[in-house]
């Protein structure tokens, strides 16, 4: 009995700490805990990204957020994270002489 007893209470105890390790939808990165309702949708993010000079290869979810893969007004290619309720850029990451 104190055995199971003494299981019982491990798994009430381990299991939100498992639980949050897991970042597979990525939302513990950002913090951004959005219904996808709410996003917006990839043709909104594309046109409010090109609004602001960027010319998108490639979009993707990944980490809760929008994943941008691009170049920007200048031509040199970036990659961004892009809040998917707001459009705001997160993360926005130069990738140096890389042209294409």
């Not at 996808?36 to 609004?51: F, N, P, Y």
Request: charged share 35%.
């Amino acid at each position: 009995m104190q055995k199971t007893l003494a299981i019982a209470l491990f798994a009430l105890v381990a299991a939100p700490s498992l639980a949050m390790a897991d970042d597979d939808d990525g939302r513990n990165r950002w913090g951004i805990d959005a219904p996808r309702d709410q996003w917006m949708s990839l043709a909104d993010v594309t046109a409010k990204m090109e609004a602001a000079g960027y010319k998108i290869r490639e979009i993707e979810i990944d980490d809760g957020v929008y994943e941008i893969d691009g170049h920007d007004a200048n031509g040199a290619r970036i990659e961004a994270d892009v809040h998917p309720v707001t459009g705001e850029i997160l993360r926005r990451d130069d990738k140096r002489g890389e042209r294409g």
